[in-house]
T-cell receptor, first 115, second 113 residues
Framework: EPEVTQTPSHQVTQMGQEVILRCVPI?????FYWYRQILGQKVEFLVS????????KSEIFDDQFSVERPDGSNFTLKIRSTKLEDSAMYFCASSEGLAVTGELFFGEGSRLTVL | DQQVKQNSPSLSVQEGRISILNCDYT??????FLWYKKYPAEGPTFLISISSIKDKNEDGRFTVFLNKSAKHLSLHIVPSQPGDSAVYFCAASRGNYGQNFVFGPGTRLSVLP
């Protein structure tokens, strides 16, 4: 069964460092997303991406964040200068179609720890 | 601003009995709802969905009921099995282009053998 894969599974970084989280969405999917879950809190939407551009982003997704689809398979989330409060599990997701027809398929997550 | 609420942080049910997980939402623009299950150290996995034109959707042991006037939905699991023990998230969307799903805080279900 096709799946969304994410790397790394866990990254530890110093505050102020740049971090890139990588995702390989399911190959025939057209919509890509990043969500995050701070420990003990709910899953929060960060950004959605379609047709090589951001289609929607939340208030969390400020100028420190960026996304990119550098080639035909990868979808990356970059945090330019990490803060302690960026420590969370980051989930990549993809979907085949729009909200009314398709569900999101999530990866297993990348745990980011900012020290 | 909690647009999607799951007021029970945890629920324990005996194996074989019915599990009922509840979800309330405040945004009347939401028109598509999903339930996800999440095991520790894994990403959420899709369970079942319902659009606002329906009031019930069934898939095997899982049934989702939607009461639009009350802005309430529920997930019924019958019969409950120990493998169903997980955190269940309700999610809602406006069905817009960006597919911004808003997740509830989750309910931890424990199915006791």
């Amino acid at each position: 069964e096709p799946e969304v894969t994410q790397t790394p599974s866990h990254q530890v970084t110093q505050m102020g460092q740049e971090v890139i989280l990588r995702c390989v969405p399911i190959s025939n999917h057209l919509y890509f997303y990043w969500y995050r879950q701070i420990l003990g809190q709910k899953v929060e939407f960060l950004v959605s991406f379609y047709n090589n551009e951001i289609s929607e982003k939340s208030e969390i997704f400020d100028d420190q964040f960026s996304v990119e689809r550098p080639d035909g398979s990868n979808f990356t989330l970059k945090i330019r200068s990490t803060k302690l409060e960026d420590s969370a599990m980051y989930f990549c997701a993809s979907s085949e179609g729009l909200a009314v027809t398709g569900e999101l398929f999530f990866g297993e997550g990348s745990r980011l720890t900012v020290l | 601003d909690q647009q999607v609420k799951q007021n029970s942080p945890s629920l324990s049910v005996q194996e074989g009995r019915i599990s009922i997980l509840n979800c309330d939402y405040t945004n009347s623009m939401f028109d598509y709802f999903l339930w996800y299950k999440k095991y520790p150290a894994e990403g959420p996995t899709f369970l079942i969905s319902i659009s606002s034109i329906k009031d019930k959707n069934e898939d095997g042991r899982f049934t989702v009921f939607l009461n639009k006037s009350a802005k309430h939905l529920s997930l019924h699991i019958v019969p409950s099995q120990p493998g169903d023990s997980a955190v269940y998230f309700c999610a809602a969307s406006r069905g817009n282009y960006g597919q911004n799903f808003v997740f509830g805080p989750g309910t931890r279900l424990s199915v006791l053998p």
